[in-house]
């Protein structure tokens, strides 16, 4: 539980993980303050699938975290004893070609929201990438040595160690291609486009030379509710427990759903260009997640029906 009357505080509660957050933590009866970047783009009633009038309460404020006046605005005057900072740049290839930009937000906006947490005393929960590892060796555990290969990854490793010498009480959450529907919005996400794709007959192009361990959107927000919930401190890798190629992830969705998998074409990375380059062969080992936050996530192919609305939780 939180400290009474000072709430927990989201950034990029707009986005995919934020919305999720939001979800899990005000069903759990927290006090939240969940912000974005402007407008709140999602609504109490998709979120909830009931009526506005249904939905628990929470407070949703505008901050855009490179702007200094823009946190002082709302971290002052809510005084949340917990920032989970979910908001991020987190698009690899417009990252690479806006390195700039990529450390404006991910790096000098984490350093910012930090200053504002000391000033309030806020425990301070950063959610980071597989992408801070190379990729040579995974899957990878918390203490293996972080080693990026773009600018993203690096991003996101500069600010984590910005996180570890805050001096603040500190978790790190690193997790895998997230994939979910948001309740609000439209994302892409390679369970829908295999989906749509050999609905219509179309052959698809898919990567198999890299490995993942796919995280569902869902499991991401209970693990980081769990982290809270136990006040938790240091690294945590939190992400599916399945080992798969972006191909494997198709041949799934198309058995599962039964599909002619004889659309699929398995190629390598380098049939396509993208500026940032991935690591091959990530993934996480979760067993600390397990055995600490008693994390178990649902299998790719629960996470399959769970996206595509085939079945609830
Ligand atoms: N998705 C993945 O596969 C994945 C994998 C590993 C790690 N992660 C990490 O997980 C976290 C959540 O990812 P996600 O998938 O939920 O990402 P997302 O859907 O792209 O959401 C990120 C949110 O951050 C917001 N944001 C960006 N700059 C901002 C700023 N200056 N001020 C306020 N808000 C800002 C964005 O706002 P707008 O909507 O206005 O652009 C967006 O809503 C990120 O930290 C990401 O690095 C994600």
């Known amino acids: 539980m939180t400290e009474r009357g000072r709430p927990i505080l989201i950034t990029g509660a707009n986005g995919l993980l934020g919305q999720y957050l939001v979800k899990v ?5 927290q006090f939240l303050v969940a912000t974005g970047r402007g407008v709140c ?3 109490h ?7 506005p009038q249904q939905a628990p309460s929470y407070i949703y404020a505008d901050m855009d975290f490179t702007d200094p006046a823009s946190i002082r605005h709302v971290m002052d005057y809510w005084k949340p004893s917990v920032v989970i900072h979910a908001g991020a740049m987190t698009q690899v290839d417009p990252c690479e070609e806006d390195p700039l930009k990529c450390y404006q937000v991910n790096v000098e906006g984490t350093d910012l929201l930090l200053d504002a947490a000391k000033a309030v005393g806020a425990r301070f929960v950063f959610v980071s990438t597989d992408f801070v590892f190379d ?8 203490d293996d040595t ?3 290969i773009s600018v993203y990854g690096q991003s996101k490793w500069e600010a984590e160690k910005l996180v570890m010498r ?8 690193r997790t895998i291609l997230v994939y979910g529907t948001p309740f609000s919005g439209t994302r892409a996400n390679i369970i829908s486009w295999a989906r749509d794709s050999l609905q219509a007959g179309r052959t698809i192009k898919v990567v198999s030379d890299q490995w993942r361990t796919p995280t569902y959107v869902g499991d991401l927000a209970e693990g980081i509710s769990a982290l809270l919930r136990l006040q938790k401190q240091g690294v945590y890798h939190i992400s599916g427990r399945d080992f798969l190629t972006p191909y494997d992830m198709t041949l799934r969705t198309a058995r599962l759903l039964g599909l002619d998998e004889a659309l699929l074409v398995k190629v390598d990375a380098s049939t396509f260009f993208q500026p940032g380059r991935r690591p091959p062969r990530t993934g996480f080992i979760i067993d600390k997640a397990r055995r600490e936050l008693g994390f178990e996530p649902v299998s790719f192919d629960e996470g399959i029906l769970l996206t595509l609305g085939l079945t609830e939780r």
């Open 166 to 173: 805050s001096g603040l009480d500190w978790a790190i959450v």
């Open 146 to 148: 972080p080693a990026p």
């Open 25 to 29: 933590l005000i069903e759990e009866g």
């Open 135 to 142: 990729g040579a060796a995974g899957p990878y555990k918390e």
């Open 41 to 43: 783009r999602f609504l």
């Open 45 to 51: 009633a998709e979120v909830f699938k009931g009526t």
